[in-house]
Nanobody, 121 residues
Framework: VQLQASGGGLVQAGGSLRLSCAAS??????MGWFRQAPGKEREFVASISGTGTGTLYADSVKGRFTISRDNGKNTVFLQMNSLKPEDTAVYYC?????????????????WGQGTLVTVSS
């Protein structure tokens, strides 16, 4: 089982990035994105159900980020718009076998290696 995140990079404030996470080895139900800034704990960003009809977002990213998935490619995406310097972090994708979206790290069984997003002011 492997989760491969990609798409991070350096962007100016107000810009956009699209993260991808390709899952291999099995099909997952709920998938999510978390992030961890230097010196801070890992925090929830967004989660999406297996069918894609259920989503959940952290208040800090609502209206700016959109999570989606392509089950045919076993891939989840995070479209990030109107980026702010405080969005700078390593972004991790995660997956769980349960069908319910969830905002806590402990709810997820598998984790990707992370991709760095840096937003300059």
């Amino acid at each position: 089982v492997q989760l491969q995140a990609s798409g991070g990079g350096l962007v100016q404030a107000g810009g956009s990035l699209r993260l991808s996470c390709a899952a291999s080895g099995r099909t997952f139900q709920t998938m999510g994105w978390f992030r961890q800034a230097p010196g801070k704990e890992r925090e929830f960003v967004a989660s999406i159900s297996g069918t894609g009809t259920g989503t959940l977002y952290a208040d800090s990213v609502k209206g700016r980020f959109t999570i989606s998935r392509d089950n045919g490619k076993n891939t989840v995406f995070l479209q990030m718009n109107s980026l702010k310097p405080e969005d700078t972090a390593v972004y991790y994708c995660a997956a769980r076998s349960s069908a319910a979206v969830a905002p806590t790290t402990g709810a997820y069984d598998y984790w990707g290696q992370g991709t760095l997003v840096t937003v300059s002011s």
